[in-house]
């Protein structure tokens, strides 16, 4: 059964470096998302992206946040400056259709010292 | 902006029990769906809810999305230990652009 995958699974990062997500959604899916769950909380939307570009976004998302999908496949999760309060899971998600249902990565859990 | 109240919080149940959980936002969703998320892994998908009034099962699951569309159940039979973790309820928004809302979750332990 296709998934969505993720990598890393784990990042440690200084505060202030960028850190890049990557996420290989679903083969035959149009529809992409970033979802982040700090520890503790429930899963909260930052970002969904269609046809090369951003159709939502969340007040999360702010100028440090940027998608990109570089080919066919990847679709990543771009953090310029990383703040403490970033730390959090990243979670991808992806679906055929906008109203069809989402399938979520793994995660990855990133730790911002 | 929406929100999906989830509740109980926690359950503590022995194996065997069923178990039931909710969620109500004042806001209407155009789908709903359940999700299990076990410790460090990402959500995965229980039961998904397109219609209003629709009740579907899944094995021991089973879900029902409300008239209104503003809320939802889920039920398991005869809990087993692999039940354990965190239930997600999530409403899903298509206006404008498609994200889902997601509740604080339900955690479940069962005792042996």
């Known amino acids: 059964e296709p998934e969505v995958t993720q990598t890393p699974s784990h990042q440690v990062t200084q505060m202030g470096q960028e850190v890049i997500l990557r996420c290989v959604p679903i083969s035959n899916h149009l529809y992409f998302y970033w979802y982040r769950q700090i520890l503790g909380q429930k899963v909260e939307f930052l970002v969904s992206?269609?046809?090369?570009?951003?159709?939502?976004k969340s007040e999360i998302f702010d100028d440090q946040f940027s998608v990109e999908r570089p080919d066919g496949s990847n679709f990543t999760l771009k953090i310029r400056s990383t703040k403490l309060e970033d730390s959090a899971m990243y979670f991808c998600a992806s679906s055929r259709g906008g109203w069809e249902t989402q399938y979520f990565g793994p995660g990855t859990r990133l730790l911002v010292l | 902006g929406q929100q999906l109240n989830q509740s109980p919080q926690s359950m503590f149940i022995q194996e065997g029990e069923d178990v039931s959980m909710n969620c109500t936002s004042s806001?209407?969703?155009?789908?709903w769906l359940w999700y299990k998320q076990d410790p460090g892994e990402g959500p995965v998908l229980l039961i998904a809810l397109y219609k209003a009034g629709e009740l579907t099962s899944n094995g021991r699951l089973t879900a029902q999305f409300g008239i209104t569309r503003k809320d939802s159940f889920l039920n398991i039979s005869a809990s087993i230990p692999s039940d354990v973790g965190i239930y997600f309820c999530?409403?899903?928004?298509?206006?404008?652009?498609?994200?889902?809302?997601f509740g604080q979750g339900t955690r479940l332990t069962i005792n042996p």
């Open positions: 992206f269609y046809n090369n570009e951003i159709s939502e």
């Open positions: 999530a409403g899903l928004i298509i206006q404008g652009a498609q994200k889902l809302v």
């Open positions: 806001s209407i969703f155009n789908t």
